[in-house]
T-cell receptor, first 112, second 112 residues
Framework: ELKVEQNPLFLSMQEGKNYTIYCNYS?????LYWYRQDPGKSLESLFV?????AVKQEGRLMASLDTKARLSTLHITAAVHDLSATYFC????????????FGKGTKLTVNP | NAGVMQNPRHLVRRRGQEARLRCSPM?????VYWYRQLPEEGLKFMVY????????ESGMPKERFSAEFPKEGPSILRIQQVVRGDSAAYFC??????????FGSGTRLTVV
């Protein structure tokens, strides 16, 4: 059974600082997603990583995938308050977007 | 394109009542997925449907839960004889098939 573990689960950081969220998964997959969720809202797709070594960047967020290590990272650069949210990684074990397995999420709070 | 539409947004039911959650996929999407999110948790896959067919229901509880996606109309997730443990956010997602999801805004079910 595929397991997806994120850490940390809670992250409080100051504006302007950098940090990395980690997502480990237990079986082979070459399709990984990162989502953002604001309180009481739905999931917003941030990144889709489709191959080993994939790196994608959008604004202050950068995601990467190492399929050999079964590890994805979400790096936050110079955090701002608007980035406060919960971030989920999700792995598609069947490579066809049928049944995603989600991590528990990282609740990020960016303090002024 | 209206996106994935879920209704109601909030639903309160007394223990023992039935809950019906509706999901209209994006135009042109024939694949529908239901996920459940418990407080402070990631999303857990429940069921994957295509028009008139259940493709994968491995995440559905064996009793009281059922799902359908008829030829005409929205997909319905039905929970009979609800219990307090059914309180959660239920998200629907749709895709045109194997190319990634779009999530709806969710239905927040509270059982009192």
């Amino acid at each position: 059974e595929l397991k997806v573990e994120q850490n940390p689960l809670f992250l409080s950081m100051q504006e302007g600082k950098n940090y990395t969220i980690y997502c480990n998964y237990s079986t082979t997959s070459d399709r990984l997603y990162w989502y953002r969720q604001d309180p009481g809202k739905s999931l917003e797709s941030l990144f889709v990583l489709l191959s080993n070594g994939a790196v994608k960047q959008e604004g202050r967020l950068m995601a990467s995938l190492d399929t050999k290590a079964r590890l994805s990272t979400l790096h936050i650069t110079a955090a701002v308050h608007d980035l406060s949210a919960t971030y989920f990684c999700a792995v598609d074990p069947q490579g066809g977007s049928e049944k995603l397995v989600f991590g528990k999420g990282t609740k990020l709070t960016v303090n002024p | 394109n209206a996106g994935v539409m879920q209704n109601p947004r909030h639903l309160v039911r007394r223990r023992g009542q039935e809950a019906r959650l509706r999901c209209s996929p994006m135009k042109g999407h024939s694949h529908v997925y239901w996920y459940r999110q418990l407080p402070e948790e990631g999303l857990k896959f429940m069921v994957y449907l295509q028009k008139e067919n259940i493709i994968d229901e491995s995440g559905m509880p064996k009793e009281r839960f059922s799902a359908e996606f008829p030829k005409e109309g929205p997909s319905i997730l039905r929970i009979q004889q609800v219990v307090r443990g059914d309180s959660a956010a239920y998200f629907c997602a749709s895709s045109p098939g194997r190319t990634g999801y779009t999530f709806g805004s969710g239905t927040r079910l509270t059982v009192v």
